[in-house]
């Protein structure tokens, strides 16, 4: 098989596995490009709340502990989660779902954790696919989405270097190709220029 055949080959079949993220990725950038349709609000609905006495100390070097006994207590353990304060006396430990993510509120002044769920909105189920992403989780399958999107990353990079070889070797697309490559690399610079 000649290079030229390899690389066609690679174009088209890359493109055609990696469809299903193509198009995730393309759909779920309108929710970020048309975000004044969302209103914003967390829209947070108690499932139920424990009493739960743990001190909340200043240095926050026991935060991750502390977390994950919360989610131990509420029974929601092994999940995907995310721990901060959302100030001094109060513990956050997010638990990021595609439909509707679920968080522990913890109120160290009133010795009471509440588990939350927040409420289905689509524009928040379209950002939260398209920034999903990163090896700091402890499931598995948050790993295997994460390569996934390392995947998808060098098929990109690869699909572009194979379709400007392609381009480059149609010596009668070459004019074109400049403009449209030239078009494309004047609006990228002239949008980040201005910003």
């Known amino acids: 098989m000649t290079f030229d055949r390899l690389n066609r080959r690679t174009h088209l079949y890359l493109a055609m596995f990696l469809m299903p993220w193509f198009l995730m990725y393309g759909i779920t950038s309108m929710a970020f490009s048309h975000s004044a349709y969302d209103d914003g609000a967390a829209d947070w609905i108690p499932r139920f709340a424990k009493e739960y006495h743990v001190p909340l100390p200043a240095d926050r070097d026991q935060d991750e502990k502390i977390g994950t006994g919360l989610m131990r ?9 995310y721990i901060y304060r959302s100030n001094p006396r109060t513990m956050n430990v997010y638990l990021p779902r595609f439909l509707a993510a679920r968080q522990i509120v913890y109120f160290a002044d009133e010795n009471r954790a509440v588990l939350q769920d927040q409420q289905f909105r689509l ?6 696919m398209h920034a999903r992403g990163g090896f700091r989780q402890t499931l598995l399958l948050d790993d295997a989405w994460a390569v996934t999107v390392d995947i998808v990353m060098i098929a ?6 194979s379709g400007i070889y392609m381009w480059w070797h149609v010596t009668s697309c070459r004019a074109w190709g400049f403009v449209a ?3 494309g690399c004047a609006s990228f610079l002239l949008l980040v220029a201005a910003m």
């Open 73 to 81: 207590e509420l029974g929601v353990e092994g999940v995907a989660y």
């Open 123 to 128: 524009s928040r189920f379209l950002k939260g």
């Open 156 to 161: 990109i990079l690869t699909w572009i270097a």
């Open 181 to 183: 490559l030239g078009g």
